[in-house]
């Protein structure tokens, strides 16, 4: 049976983060430190140490182990670090998120807007300026980072095998302005030039297409699993039954081939770039 994401609602201010923020404070007081002085022993500003005591601001995994060292928790709040990490992601995407940077295997069909993967920092930033409804610039910040944190993926030791195809739609459309697009279609190349990653470009002038269906990712772990995934306007699953996963690696397949190779979708790219 297929496996629905219901993850906790990990939003800023709200669950987990709450948790985390009251145990910070509560063991920040036992120690006898004000924020400003609890905040020049760990490098941060009294008014960041506020926002992460309240919610407001998601602490990066460095500082959760500093503060518990520091404070002599014990453990308590370094326990809580991949339960916060999970906070950076929208909670449609905070399950699928944990699978795909343990993934081994990884292959996207996209149709919408570059994978984020393989966005450059203001491409990224102008898509999720592009949400609607429309998020809190914090907000924006912490999506922002974490989507480029997930990207250390493409370095990862072992090497992954990554793969992308991209509707040349997505590549036409010039999300943020021309100077952005320019930047994306550069990183683009230059990420393709890696070993372990393909790009490849569905053409607009195929008559036959597998992909109608709409975008989709598979990932294959260390144990063997091979695991889909599928989202849209916010509403998300992870599938694991075989049969729908087999049936979506068949519409990969067909898609790859349909696709231009990744040394004709670099040509697109270059010729792109040329023209504009």
Not at 189 to 202: A, F, P, Y
Not at 232 to 245: A, I, M, N
Request: with cysteine; glycine share 8%.
């Amino acid at each position: 049976m297929d496996d629905e994401v219901q993850q906790p609602e990990y939003e800023v201010g709200t669950g987990m983060l709450c948790v985390f923020g009251r145990q910070l404070r509560l063991f920040r007081e036992r120690a006898g430190l004000d924020r400003a002085g609890f905040g020049s022993l760990t490098g941060y500003s009294a008014s960041t140490i506020a926002s992460f005591e309240q919610a407001r601001r998601i602490p990066p995994p460095k500082f959760i182990d500093q503060a518990d060292e520091l404070l002599e928790a014990g453990g308590v709040l370094s326990a809580s670090k991949e339960e916060v990490a999970r906070a950076q992601y929208p909670a449609f995407f905070q399950g699928a998120a944990k699978l795909e940077a343990e993934a081994v295997v990884l292959h996207v069909y996209a149709t919408q807007a570059v994978p984020g993967l393989l966005q450059t920092e203001d491409y990224a930033r102008a898509v999720f300026a592009m949400w609607r409804p429309q998020l809190e610039e914090e907000v924006i910040e912490q999506r922002l980072a974490a989507r480029l944190a997930r990207q250390a993926i493409i370095e990862r030791r072992p090497v992954p095998h990554l793969s992308f195809v991209i509707e040349e739609a997505v590549l036409l459309r010039p999300l943020g302005g021309g100077a952005v697009w320019r930047g994306q279609l550069e990183q683009l190349l230059l990420i393709e030039e890696k070993r372990n990653v393909e790009v490849q470009v569905m053409p607009l002038s195929r008559r036959e297409h597998a992909g109608l269906a709409g975008p989709f990712t598979l990932m294959e772990m260390k144990d063997g699993r091979r695991i889909a995934y599928a989202e849209v306007q916010g509403d998300s699953r992870v599938h694991t039954e075989r049969q729908k996963v087999r049936e979506l690696e068949c519409t990969y397949g067909s898609l790859r081939a349909q696709a231009h190779t990744p040394a004709e979708s670099r040509a697109l790219i270059e010729k792109l770039l040329g023209e504009r």
